[in-house]
């Protein structure tokens, strides 16, 4: 950490830097720093402009362009934070952000109004009342540490966190999120390794965007955690000039796999300021997931998302295979466009009892949102009508006008 590339002067140590590119590279590093670590800057490819390395690490001036849809947070973690630092969207898991720090300042963070912001500094205070929060909530059964980066605290501060957090008897699982493995992979010990053992179930997300970023250091960290019996998942983003090809995800997959991470998200580059210029249009996107569905493994075939700003959490985005259905039949097209059509069965009635306790359970503990409010044959529900529908606003008005004559 205390060898990171944090000026223009020791970045200049590792590629050439024309004077004007300096001045951009200073502009851009006013507004967003700059960090990176000796170690990613060594795989820098220093005659190619387009190095897909370069391109998420060194600052650029295109940070500086403002778009019209650029928001400071458009994923609403803010709006969702009972407590700061912890953000509680999703019915049973939180994320708890133990740092804004990271040895390395992605170009293409979701959160740069908070990494490296000292003023927003995330202290023990913080942290004990995030885990009071969840320890209060006995619905939380799933708790992501994340940041910044986990990884940069002490093996010792790290494991005070996640021991307070384990004492918690409803939280099932712990995840941590990560991108030491990719930028500073020498931070993975066998003293880290040991205290993670010794709080399973522990999950990690590692953040791999290229096949470039796997290297023999890389691969042995990987091999650490995963001979630690420690499940590795990885989250990508698609970003426009550094991996928005579907043979680069491809071959990114299959060395994932190879070792030992199974490809989790695929995410759609974020409307946060500063990163315009690494979006891609969905249909990118669409487009690379019909290049991998069918065409290779499975379980080498993340899952494509937007996380939807304004806080409407992750959507998973998919080629349509479904292509129309009756009562009778379905009719679906496979990954080589061959149609084919499924027999529905008849008389169908679901099998599950009135008396199921697990659904039982579910009533008791969470109220049906969304379209499972249309499901649920003790709901009354036959419709769901958006806030501000003026026809309902219509149908309101003269049901009070009615009411007051």
């Known amino acids: 950490m205390k060898n990171r590339i944090q000026s223009i002067e020791e970045l200049a140590k590792y590629i050439d830097l024309p004077e004007e590119r300096k001045r951009y590279i200073g502009m851009a590093c006013d507004v967003f720093p700059m960090s990176i ?12 402009p387009r190095c897909p390395i370069r391109l998420q690490s060194i600052p650029d001036q295109q940070e500086l362009l403002k778009s019209s849809c650029d928001m400071d947070d458009p994923l609403q973690e803010d709006a969702d934070s009972p407590v700061p630092g912890l953000t509680h969207r999703y019915p049973d898991r939180v994320l708890l952000l133990v740092t804004n720090e990271c040895s390395m300042y992605c170009r293409h963070c979701t959160r740069k109004r908070k990494v490296g912001d000292n003023n927003g500094h995330i202290n023990e205070e913080d942290i004990a009342l995030g885990i009071e929060y969840i320890r209060a909530h006995p619905e939380i059964r799933d708790v992501l540490l994340s940041g910044g980066d986990p990884f940069i605290l002490s093996t010792s501060n790290l494991e005070r966190i ?42 990690i997300n590692t953040h791999f965007n290229h ?3 796997f290297t023999p250091e890389a ?64 249909a990118k996107g669409i487009e690379i997931m019909e290049a991998l569905i069918g065409h290779t493994s ?101 049901k009070e006008d009615a009411h007051a004559n």
């Not at 670590?37 to 220093?46: E, G």
């Not at 491809?250 to 409307?271: A, E, F, G, M, T």
Request: aromatic share 6%; charged share 25%; hydrophobic share 30%.
């Open 37 to 48: 670590t000796p170690y990613y800057a060594s795989l820098i490819d220093k005659h190619d």
């Open 219 to 282: 691969s042995r960290a990987l091999a650490k955690l995963t001979d630690a019996g420690i499940p590795l998942g990885n989250q990508t983003v698609l970003l426009r000039g550094v991996n928005d090809c579907p043979q680069i995800i491809k071959k990114l997959s299959h060395l994932l796999v190879k070792n030992r991470v199974r490809p989790y998200y695929l995410y759609q580059c974020d409307l946060s300021r500063g990163i315009e210029h690494f979006r891609t249009p969905v």
């Open 211 to 213: 096949p470039r970023e």
């Open 298 to 398: 499975g379980f080498a075939v993340p899952t494509f998302v937007v996380d939807a700003p304004g806080g409407g959490g992750k959507i998973p985005v998919l080629p349509n295979y479904q292509l129309s259905m009756t009562n009778t039949k379905t009719v679906l097209r496979n990954y080589e466009g061959v149609i084919c059509v499924y027999e529905e069965p008849q008389n169908y009635n679901t099998d599950c009892p009135s008396t199921c306790s697990l659904c039982k359970e579910r009533h008791v503990s969470n109220e049906s949102v969304g379209l499972q409010k249309l499901f649920d044959d003790d709901n009354n529900v036959v419709s769901l009508v958006p806030e501000g529908n003026r026809r309902k606003a219509r149908c309101q008005a003269r």
């Open 162 to 203: 996640i021991h307070r957090v384990r004492e918690i008897s409803h939280v099932q699982v712990i995840r941590i999120g990560t991108r030491t493995p990719v930028v500073m992979p020498q931070r993975i010990t066998d003293e880290l390794v040991h205290m993670l053992k010794k709080y399973h179930p522990i999950w």
